[in-house]
Nanobody, 115 residues
Framework: QVQLVESGGGLVQVGGSLRLSCAASGFTFRSYTMSWYRQALGKERELVAFVSSGGSTFYVDSVKGRFTISRDNVQNTVYLQMNSLKPEDTALYYC?????????WGQGTQVTVSS
């Protein structure tokens, strides 16, 4: 029932911007913390940002000041605005929700930052 569908990835130059979207369905979206993770080739998947049901946000140090997570509880969508992109931001980006002790993941959207 839970479904997460990411979109918005692509190829951008260093210093460019992208906005990722994650469309959620199958659960009461407004009640859950939503997270963005990323996984670069050959590296561990890492938490990038999350936004709680109350609107509290967290960012990993490497993206602070450049990325902004937000949510639209009417459209059941979580966003990741990515500015001042760097080559090290290149990764497959995933949306995630933890519901009833289970993690649900989207299919991922690829972000590639060229130098």
């Amino acid at each position: 029932q839970v479904q997460l569908v990411e979109s918005g990835g692509g190829l951008v130059q260093v210093g460019g911007s992208l906005r990722l979207s994650c469309a959620a369905s199958g659960f009461t979206f407004r009640s859950y913390t939503m997270s963005w993770y990323r996984q670069a080739l050959g590296k561990e998947r890492e938490l990038v940002a999350f936004v709680s049901s109350g609107g509290s946000t967290f960012y990993v140090d490497s993206v602070k000041g450049r990325f902004t997570i937000s949510r639209d509880n009417v459209q059941n969508t979580v966003y990741l605005q990515m500015n001042s992109l760097k080559p090290e931001d290149t990764a497959l980006y995933y949306c995630k929700v933890r519901k009833d002790a289970l993690d649900y993941w989207g299919q991922g959207t690829q972000v590639t930052v060229s130098s």
